[in-house]
């Protein structure tokens, strides 16, 4: 019983920390948010390395951010796995590492994000992070729903 009440308050929690960042309250989405992603929820970790990341209701910190979006990439958070492989691409909360890069934006593109096919259609084009392959480049643009870019 006290099980499925903590269940019910985590859940409650999770939902008023969205609907507070959906909100640009930030401050109110960091303190419901970051309990929730110490905890391991992959969603509150998504949105808290995203506010990390970006100083949003809370002092910009890159090793936060990092943590968090790798955790929930690793859990399989689809749109974690495309913004950790940003971050290797960018250099930015983490070295710049275009392989890795490919890696996750191939997790993310496998769980259908346009915007990673799209990515790893230039990475193959340009032969950024792995051997530049026409074929491929097209392969992952005719994926991402483009004819060819």
């Not at 590492?97 to 790893?120: C, D, I, Y």
């Amino acid at each position: 019983m006290a099980d499925d009440r903590e269940q019910q308050d985590r859940e409650m929690a999770l939902g008023s920390g969205i609907a507070a960042f959906e909100a640009k309250h930030f401050v109110q989405a960091a303190e419901l948010l970051e309990p929730l992603a110490e905890a391991g929820d992959p969603e509150a970790q998504y949105r808290v390395a995203i506010m990390a990341q970006n100083g949003l209701g809370m002092v910009a910190n890159p090793l936060m951010a990092y943590k968090y979006m790798k955790a929930a990439a690793e859990s399989g958070h689809a749109l974690a796995q495309h913004g950790l492989a940003f971050m290797y691409l960018e250099g930015e909360c983490a070295e710049k590492n275009p392989e890795k890069a490919v890696h996750w934006f191939e997790r993310a593109a496998e769980q259908g994000l346009q915007g990673s096919m799209t990515t790893l259609g230039m990475m193959y084009r340009e032969g950024n992070g792995v051997e530049a392959d026409p074929e491929k480049a097209s392969e992952w643009f005719r994926k991402a729903g483009f004819e060819e870019m």
